[in-house]
Structure formats: structure tokens, C-alpha cells
């Protein structure tokens, strides 16, 4: 078959494939490491990692030889039967989120299903409150998406599941106003990372759980972005001090390879769920089980906890050095970030940065987010660094 170009590419994609995702902005062909080459040619520092997920950049051996033994050996069985890469991997999970004894999980296959794994959870509580954040992001099937916040992405599919109470996050009397008996559940996010890398406040998260603690509420935390050692801890809520119900995890945990994760912690809330009461066909398969225990025990080999926060707090430092006019800051934490821009041009910057080079992210106008793979090096980042200053030129700030 002759090499096609991205232009070739694009036009089938318009033809074949439903337009949820607009036009994508190229045809990637290969990766190794942090780079990935598109259909042209072009080679690409990926500062954004699939969206938080390729956790070891592109082509890693730790996943390449958990993928290829465990896809010559079993790669599906169907949840009659147990692997043990998926007890395994469910051992782990507990153990580096310090859940304590009784703790359990249910595997799913997205973020989305694991936040939809969560909302069946709490409705086992026999309440149907849910308490949610403004700006949240926590996926988009139908039950998720009565939690997660934009409008734009809710109102087509109205009406969604009903007493969801969206709060301004880190506004501690509105969680006080809205956490009560009827409440089976609050969901935060430690770092909105849809919103533009919003943190929410350690504090914020502490009264979370007093209140949720007082009312007999579920206090759930949303890891599929922050989870997984993205912010220099295995999980974000770690660095708050406080111990959740459960916590949702997916996107970094298989490297790129789709897992999803419900982890409840204790034995009361890990009974909620009982035989019967929830399930998915590819859920917790040995393949995607396999990737994950690659992924953990790389991120504990290769000592990659503290080699984020290291090269993050570099690239906050270096972004912050930078001292330009159109940068207010640099928000977030360990390899989870957002530059802050003082206008709203990260349309273009992203533009910008795509054509010299480097895929970045604009989850809103004003910031760009970067989210690259953990195992990024600071050379990579200095070269990002470096070009930032040209991918501004000429951009005015606002006010
Ligand atoms: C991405 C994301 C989700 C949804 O995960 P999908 O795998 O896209 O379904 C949920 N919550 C948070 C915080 C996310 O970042």
C-alpha cells in the first residue's frame, strides 16, 4: 500500500467517521519515547500524552512485553472465570492508594464507566443526592454527564439523571450549604484538569470530608487524570491528607491501553455492590490487567514519583523565568499543568506550537495544558521552554 499523506487521511476521516471530535489536526503514524511522527513526516514532542494517558510515552518495553506476553498467553476470558493479572493489578491499586483493609475494585474500561461504576455505588446508599463541582469534568455517558458541569455538553441530552447540585468549587459555605442527609454522594476532582488545571484548595478537600463524614455522604475523588503518580504522588489526594469513600482511575493506567478503575475503600463501602448489581463484558481482561501492573511497577523501577515532581516544578520554574508579558503563571502540579495566559489566544498558541514541533493542549482560551509523559526529561522540556517565548510573538495581552 503507498504512504498517504495527513491531507489524503483527513478528507477519509471526514467521509468514514461521525464528526464528535471536529477535524483532528493531523494523522499521527508512529511514536517512540515522548516524539510521535505524523503521515507527512513531521516529528512531534507529545507535552500532552494522549490526554494524560501514555504515562510512559510511546512504545515503552515494560508495556511492549506486558502486551506481547499477555497477548500470546490470554488477552480475554469474560468475568465468570479470574486472572491473575486482574487480582493482581487490583492488590496494587489498594496498596499505593493506601486504602486500608477491605478495600476493593471493580474494573471497567474508561473513566467515564468508572464514574458510572461510582454513581451505582452511591445509590446503594439509598439516597440520590450527588454534589458535584462547577467546571467538573467526569465523563460523558449519560449518568457521568449529569455530574460533569458544561452546559454545552449537557443540554442536548437533557433530561439527565436528576438531584445532581453543581457547587463553586473551593467556595467552602456552598459545600456546607449543599452536603446533608439526602446526599449520597460528593465527587470532586483534586485538579480539574478539563477546567484548565484548577486545583482544588487541600483545605477545600479537608472540610469535603468532614462534612461527608458528618452526613453519612460518600466522598468520592475523580483520579483519571490526577491519578497514577501524574502529579508526583500515586494519587492527587494523597498530598491533601485525607482518606476518601472510593476514587475513579483510568487514563494512565494502561499507558494507552483503555482501563478504567472504581477503587472503594473499606469494607463498607466495598459491600455496597453486591453479585449481580453491575458488570461489563472487557472489564478487568488480563491484557489491559497486564499493562497496568507494567505501569505501576515502572513507575516504582524506575523511581518516576519523584522524577515528576523533579522535572515539573522545573517547568513551572522555567515558564515562570521566562517573565513574559502574555504569562500570568503556571498552574497545577508535578507533570499535570497549565501555563496561565493573559489573553485569550491559546487557539493559536496550540496552532503555534503544533507547526514548530510540540503538542500541547488548550482546554480553555487562556491556558494551554501540558500533560506529558511521565518519563519526559528536562532537556524535553527546555526545548518547549525555549520556543515559547517565538509561539507568543506578536499576541497582545488583553487588558
Ligand atoms: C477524562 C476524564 C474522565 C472521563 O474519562 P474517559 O476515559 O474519557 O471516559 C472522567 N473524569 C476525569 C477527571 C477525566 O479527566
Known amino acids: 500500500m503507498p504512504a498517504l499523506d495527513n491531507a489524503t487521511y483527513l478528507d ?20 517512540q519515547g ?4 505524523d503521515a507527512d513526516g513531521n516529528r512531534y514532542l ?24 499477555q497477548g500470546a498467553s490470554l488477552i480475554h476470558v469474560s468475568n465468570f472465570f479470574a486472572t491473575p493479572p486482574q487480582i493482581e493489578l487490583a492488590e496494587r491499586l489498594i496498596s499505593v492508594a493506601g486504602a486500608p483493609a477491605g478495600s476493593a475494585v471493580f474494573f ?23 454534589v458535584a463541582a462547577e467546571a467538573a469534568f467526569h465523563g460523558r455517558t449519560t449518568g457521568a454527564l449529569a455530574l460533569t458541569h458544561k452546559q454545552a455538553y449537557r443540554e442536548p441530552f437533557e433530561p439527565l439523571i436528576p438531584s445532581v447540585t453543581h457547587v463553586p468549587l473551593n467556595d467552602e459555605a456552598a459545600l456546607r450549604a449543599a452536603v446533608n442527609a439526602d446526599v449520597a454522594a460528593v465527587f470532586l476532582e483534586p485538579l480539574q484538569g478539563e477546567a484548565g488545571v484548577i486545583t482544588a484548595e487541600p483545605a477545600y478537600l479537608q ?6 463524614a458528618a452526613s453519612g455522604t460518600l466522598l468520592i475523588i475523580d483520579e483519571v487524570q490526577t491519578g497514577v503518580g501524574r502529579t508526583g504522588t500515586w494519587f492527587a489526594f494523597q498530598q491533601a491528607g485525607i482518606v476518601p469513600d472510593a476514587i475513579t482511575v483510568a487514563k494512565g493506567l494502561g499507558a494507552g491501553v483503555p482501563i478504567g478503575a472504581l477503587v472503594t475503600f473499606g469494607p463498607g463501602v466495598s459491600g455496597l455492590l453486591t453479585a449481580g448489581q453491575h458488570g461489563t463484558t472487557f472489564g478487568g481482561n488480563p491484557l489491559a490487567a497486564s499493562v497496568g501492573l ?6 516504582e523501577s524506575e523511581n518516576l514519583l519523584a522524577h515528576v515532581t523533579c522535572v515539573g516544578n522545573h517547568l513551572r520554574d522555567s515558564v515562570v523565568a521566562l517573565d513574559h508579558p502574555l504569562i500570568r503563571g503556571v498552574r497545577g502540579a508535578g507533570l499535570l499543568r497549565a501555563i496561565e495566559l493573559s489573553a485569550d489566544v491559546s487557539a493559536v498558541v496550540t496552532d503555534r506550537a503544533l507547526a514548530a514541533g510540540f503538542i500541547v493542549n488548550a ?10 509523559p511521565l518519563v519526559v526529561t528536562k532537556a524535553q522540556i527546555d526545548s518547549f521552554v525555549k520556543a ?12
Open 12 to 31: 477519509r476521516y471526514a467521509q468514514s467517521l461521525i464528526g464528535v471530535y471536529g477535524r483532528p489536526k493531523t494523522v499521527l503514524t508512529r511514536g
Open 34 to 37: 515522548c516524539y510521535v511522527w
Open 46 to 69: 507529545d507535552l500532552l500524552a494522549g490526554i494524560a494517558v501514555n504515562a510512559l510515552g510511546h512504545g515503552h518495553p515494560a508495556v511492549v512485553d506486558a502486551l506481547c506476553r
Open 108 to 130: 471497567a474500561n474508561s473513566g467515564t464507566e468508572a464514574i458510572e461504576a461510582a454513581i451505582k455505588l452511591s445509590r446503594r446508599t439509598a439516597r440520590t443526592g450527588l
Open 207 to 212: 472540610l469535603a470530608r468532614e462534612l461527608t
Open 294 to 299: 507494567a505501569v505501576l511497577d515502572t513507575i
Open 363 to 372: 482546554p480553555t482560551p487562556d491556558a494551554i495544558r501540558l500533560a506529558p
Open 388 to 399: 515559547l517565548p517565538a509561539l507568543l510573538e506578536a499576541l497582545e495581552p488583553t487588558s
